[in-house]
């Protein structure tokens, strides 16, 4: 826009150079709109703008005479046919999407992850750390590398984290051991190594991409797994069971030799806790994705509230680990907001106070104080019989998933961590049809500002410090610093997560 802007001596020049970026302008829009509305037989509609622009040009040939009429009209027929031929061009398939019989084909297309297809007689070999694809007798591994190698996780451009992850080699043989275990449906294999242990990470390089490459498979898949955990099944086995109707297999351990007609080896990723309808079986999106996550825990909660049910009739005073009020089911008209707590960096240093101050904004607030060892689907029940969850930015936050579709998130934003907190989860809590709030701090309410001089650019530039790299912002922004919310500003977004769970429930009385 400086351009455009800059004084000029050549006025009557720039007049002409403007008449002419107009008709510039005019062919491309023309050829646009011809181009988005063309379909075959409809050239008509081709000569109809065609008229179109030849009366817009006549006028414009009266105020610059030497326009360049004959070559407008030329320009916007060529044009329209030129860019609709390019547009109606189907895509190309992505690569390793048809893959021969007898063939190893790797994707290595993507910024994120690697994939590989193994197509025919596919063995296991744990000892080998290999995958084995039998070739039939005077026969060659069809059209792709008869050797590869993968290390299937998802943050492919990390080389830290990707150096602790297993490395497969997948071979093309004419020879292998024979099978103890024959398996008639598909394998796609992964590491649960990586950053797991960590939620965001495990929901993210995990959960999502495995949903995203196993869905297809409606449940008829085997999950191969590298560095597989008893907590990690513990955790999330009941999500896996929604995706596969046979038990995992713990590749290390497991000595036997698994065959299988296919294996999918690595997963596919599509964006931060985000999938993409457009590349999934029927659209399937996010909320198909919480869908799972719904019916994976239906069955827990069920047999956690049964659980509860009888503790309390042996004996009254006893009260669950995270002190879990069934406020909801006994009709209590008020919203209820629950309050992640967190323990160490980045804690609300006024979380009493913040606990009062909704309360009296209308809501029933309580805090959520998870332990390590707190089962998910307790979690889960908790959340998705919530209206807003309260929580400051970190990985707690991805329990967004668990909130109902149009329900409340409300993310306190650190200093230092605005373009984190958009991308890992503002943006995913949109997409996933969630009212989300955005309470940026202000250096005041950050526990920096009593470190630093009110001038330090800690505090009035955190992006230049954020350029320092990793280190510097993990040190000053993430593990160096507490909030003490001012309540004069956050009632504002109280009263805005209110006003949106009231008119959410008038909504559904009419």
Same mark, same amino acid.
């Given at each position: 826009?400086?351009?455009?802007?800059?004084?000029?001596?050549?006025?009557?020049?720039?007049?002409?150079?403007?008449?002419?970026?107009?008709?510039?302008?005019?062919?491309?829009?023309?050829?646009?709109?011809?181009?988005? %509305?063309?379909?075959?037989?409809?050239?008509?509609?081709?000569?109809?703008?065609?008229?179109?622009?030849?009366?817009?040009?006549?006028?414009?040939?009266?105020?610059?005479?030497?326009?360049?009429?004959?070559?407008?009209?030329?320009?916007?027929?060529?044009?329209?046919?030129?860019?609709?031929?390019?547009?109606?061009?189907?895509?190309?398939?992505?690569?390793?999407?048809?893959?021969?019989?007898?063939?190893?084909?790797?994707?290595?297309?993507?910024?994120?992850?690697?994939?590989?297809?193994?197509?025919?007689?596919?063995?296991?070999?744990?000892?080998?750390?290999?995958?084995?694809?039998?070739?039939?007798?005077?026969?060659?591994?069809?059209?792709?590398?008869?050797?590869?190698?993968?290390?299937?996780?998802?943050?492919?451009?990390?080389?830290?984290?990707?150096?602790?992850?297993?490395?497969?080699?997948?071979?093309?043989?004419?020879?292998?051991?024979?099978?103890?275990?024959?398996?008639?449906?598909?394998?796609?294999?992964?590491?649960?190594?990586?950053?797991?242990?960590?939620?965001? %990470?495990?929901?993210?390089?995990?959960?999502?991409?495995?949903?995203?490459?196993?869905?297809?498979?409606?449940?008829?898949?085997?999950?191969?797994? @590298?560095?597989? %955990?008893?907590?990690?099944?513990?955790?999330?086995?009941?999500?896996?069971?929604?995706?596969?109707?046979?038990?995992?297999?713990?590749?290390?351990?497991?000595?036997?030799?698994?065959?299988?007609?296919?294996?999918?080896?690595?997963?596919?990723?599509?964006?931060? @806790?985000?999938?993409?309808?457009?590349?999934?079986?029927?659209?399937?999106?996010?909320?198909?994705?919480?869908?799972?996550?719904?019916?994976? %825990?239906?069955?827990?909660?069920?047999?956690?509230?049964?659980?509860?049910?009888?503790?309390?009739?042996?004996?009254?005073?006893?009260?669950?680990?995270?002190?879990?009020?069934?406020?909801?089911?006994?009709?209590?008209?008020?919203?209820?907001?629950?309050?992640?707590?967190?323990?160490?960096?980045?804690?609300?240093?006024?979380?009493?106070?913040?606990?009062?101050?909704?309360?009296?904004?209308?809501?029933? $607030?309580?805090?959520?104080?998870?332990?390590?060892?707190?089962?998910?689907?307790?979690?889960?029940?908790?959340?998705?019989?919530?209206?807003?969850?309260?929580?400051?930015?970190?990985?707690?936050?991805?329990?967004?998933?668990?909130?109902?579709?149009?329900?409340?998130?409300?993310?306190?934003?650190?200093?230092?961590?605005?373009?984190?907190?958009?991308?890992?989860?503002?943006?995913?809590?949109?997409?996933?049809? @969630?009212?989300?709030?955005?309470?940026?701090?202000?250096?005041?309410?950050?526990?920096?500002?009593?470190?630093?001089?009110?001038?330090?650019?800690?505090?009035?530039?955190?992006? $230049?410090?954020?350029?320092?790299?990793?280190?510097?912002?993990?040190?000053?922004?993430?593990?160096?610093?507490?909030?003490?919310?001012?309540?004069?500003?956050?009632?504002?977004?109280?009263?805005?997560?209110?006003?949106?769970?009231?008119?959410?429930?008038?909504?559904?009385?009419?």
């Amino acid at each position: 826009m400086v351009h455009h802007h800059r004084a000029s001596l050549l006025l009557h020049h720039n007049q002409q150079e403007e008449a002419g970026g107009k008709m510039e302008d005019l062919r491309s829009r023309l050829a646009d709109c011809a181009c988005h %509305h063309r379909k075959p037989g409809h050239d008509a509609l081709l000569l109809m703008l065609a008229g179109f622009a030849f009366v817009s040009c006549l006028l414009l040939v009266l105020l610059l005479p030497n326009s360049p009429f004959s070559a407008a009209m030329d320009d916007l027929l060529q044009l329209g046919r030129t860019r609709c031929d390019q547009e109606s061009t189907a895509p190309a398939p992505a690569p390793c999407s048809a893959v021969a019989n007898g063939t190893i084909c790797c994707d290595r297309t993507s910024a994120r992850t690697d994939v590989c297809v193994m197509r025919g007689d596919v063995r296991t070999q744990g000892a080998s750390n290999s995958l084995f694809l039998l070739l039939p007798a005077n026969s060659s591994a069809g059209t792709g590398r008869a050797d590869e190698r993968i290390r299937p996780y998802t943050r492919k451009w990390e080389s830290s984290v990707m150096s602790t992850i297993d490395e497969l080699r997948l071979r093309a043989v004419p020879e292998a051991a024979r099978c103890d275990v024959r398996h008639d449906v598909t394998a796609v294999v992964f590491s649960t190594g990586g950053y797991t242990g960590n939620v965001y %990470h495990e929901f993210n390089d995990g959960i999502i991409p495995l949903y995203i490459t196993a869905r297809k498979y409606n449940k008829k898949v085997v999950f191969v797994m @590298l560095e597989y %955990h008893d907590w990690w099944m513990t955790k999330y086995g009941h999500i896996l069971e929604q995706l596969s109707d046979y038990a995992p297999i713990d590749f290390a351990n497991d000595n036997r030799t698994h065959c299988f007609p296919e294996a999918v080896v690595g997963l596919r990723i599509h964006d931060e @806790l985000a999938i993409d309808a457009s590349r999934m079986p029927e659209n399937q999106s996010i909320q198909d994705f919480r869908q799972i996550l719904d019916d994976a %825990h239906r069955g827990r909660i069920k047999a956690i509230v049964k659980e509860e049910d009888e503790k309390a009739a042996a004996d009254p005073r006893r009260s669950g680990g995270m002190k879990i009020r069934r406020a909801t089911a006994l009709g209590n008209d008020k919203p209820r907001l629950v309050i992640v707590s967190r323990n160490g960096s980045r804690a609300i240093e006024n979380e009493a106070e913040l606990v009062r101050a909704a309360r009296r904004a209308g809501f029933r $607030a309580e805090l959520l104080q998870p332990r390590q060892d707190t089962e998910l689907a307790q979690m889960y029940r908790v959340l998705n019989a919530s209206d807003v969850m309260v929580g400051v930015h970190g990985a707690a936050m991805t329990h967004f998933l668990f909130m109902r579709p149009g329900s409340v998130f409300i993310q306190v934003v650190p200093l230092g961590t605005d373009w984190a907190a958009e991308n890992y989860y503002g943006e995913p809590a949109r997409r996933l049809g @969630l009212r989300y709030i955005p309470y940026k701090i202000l250096p005041t309410e950050s526990s920096l500002y009593r470190h630093y001089s009110s001038d330090d650019p800690v505090l009035t530039d955190p992006v $230049a410090v954020n350029a320092k790299g990793w280190q510097v912002t993990k040190k000053v922004y993430l593990d160096g610093q507490n909030v003490r919310l001012d309540m004069a500003r956050f009632r504002r977004r109280l009263r805005e997560a209110y006003g949106h769970w009231a008119a959410q429930r008038q909504g559904q009385q009419l």
